[in-house]
């Protein structure tokens, strides 16, 4: 759920052909959005490849430069901290109904949050490589704000 809200929150689907060699597929895994380039050009497109439908049905293609590209990455790290500022609220909230400090680490619920993330990575187009990664490294900061938080109020 917490990757659909954390990848899902542009308010905009993927459109892309999935036509990759090898070697991109062991970089993103089944979840290809790009064709090979057909000019022999040492990036793997030679133009705008990323299409984006918009909620009121309109396409756009990203991107003319690259500072458009790092415009948008910023306005979407920027979106990625506030949801990670909610997310860490509920991880304090959770805290509350946890009797012992072992009980905030649970390694069986982390696998499982990893493994949707994973399906979930799949069926909304996320190389499942940066989905699990991402997630991993959410868990991975998770635990500690939450052991803390447990030490915190139990001294």
């Known amino acids: 759920m917490i990757l659909q809200v954390l990848f899902g929150f542009l308010a905009f689907s993927a459109i892309g052909s999935v036509n990759a060699n090898a070697n991109t597929n062991a970089c993103y895994g089944s979840n290809v959005i790009s064709a090979p380039s057909v000019d022999h050009r040492p ?3 030679g133009t705008p490849s990323v299409h984006f439908s918009s909620l009121n049905g309109t396409l756009t293609t990203c ?35 946890k ?5 905030v680490n649970v390694p069986s619920r982390n696998e499982a949050v990893l493994r949707q993330a994973e399906q979930q990575a799949v069926h909304i187009g996320v190389p499942v490589t940066i989905a699990r990664a991402a997630m991993g490294a959410i868990l ?3 635990v500690p704000f939450e052991q803390c938080i447990f030490d915190a109020y139990h001294q």
Not at 70 to 96: F, H, K, P, S
């Open 43 to 45: 990036v793997p497109w």
């Open 63 to 97: 991107c003319d430069s690259l500072d458009e590209i790092r415009a948008a990455l910023d306005d979407i790290d920027d979106q990625i901290l506030n949801l990670l500022n909610r997310r860490a609220a509920y991880v304090r909230e959770a805290t509350r109904f």
């Open 99 to 103: 009797s012992t400090r072992a009980s």
């Open 140 to 142: 991975n900061s998770s």
